[in-house]
């Protein structure tokens, strides 16, 4: 089993940055799609942003285009998700998600809380106004 451990939320104000990191207990590289999905108050996984790790494609939902990018770290295996000008709707749980996926898929699926396997605890992002 896959574990995801992710690291870097907090309480900023709005128009603030952060930066979450998700490190996988394996490699995770050609073959794997991997995602950061927000809980939302109502507890529901709504898609952020993803990446074919082999092929680089990465993909975002409309709300965070121009402002949040997914990047991976071959040499240290790392997921990142860079978040500027933060907004309160951006608040919640991140939770990183892997999947082993060698088919290309488009950005609905790569953006689906069923396409994935593994899944991490989260780490809390809080922006307020």
């Known amino acids: 089993y896959v574990q995801l451990v992710e690291s870097g939320g907090d309480s900023v104000k709005a128009g603030g940055s952060l930066t979450l990191s998700c490190k996988p207990s394996?490699?995770?590289?050609?073959?794997?799609?991997m995602g950061w999905f927000r809980r939302t108050p109502m507890n529901e996984r709504e898609g952020v942003a993803a990446?074919?790790?082999?092929?680089?494609?990465?993909y975002y939902s409309d709300s965070v285009k121009g402002r949040f990018a997914i990047t991976r770290d071959k040499a240290t295996n790392t997921l990142y998700l860079q978040m500027t000008d933060l907004k309160p709707e951006d608040s919640g749980s991140y939770i990183c998600?892997?999947?082993?996926?060698?088919?290309?898929?488009?950005?609905?699926?790569?953006?689906?809380?069923?396409?994935?396997?593994?899944w991490g605890q989260g780490t809390q992002v809080t922006v307020s106004a």
């Open positions: 998600a892997a999947t082993e996926q060698m088919e290309m898929i488009g950005s609905a699926l790569a953006l689906a809380p069923g396409t994935y396997r593994y």
């Open positions: 990446l074919a790790a082999g092929a680089g494609n990465t």
């Open positions: 394996i490699s995770t590289g050609g073959g794997w799609y």
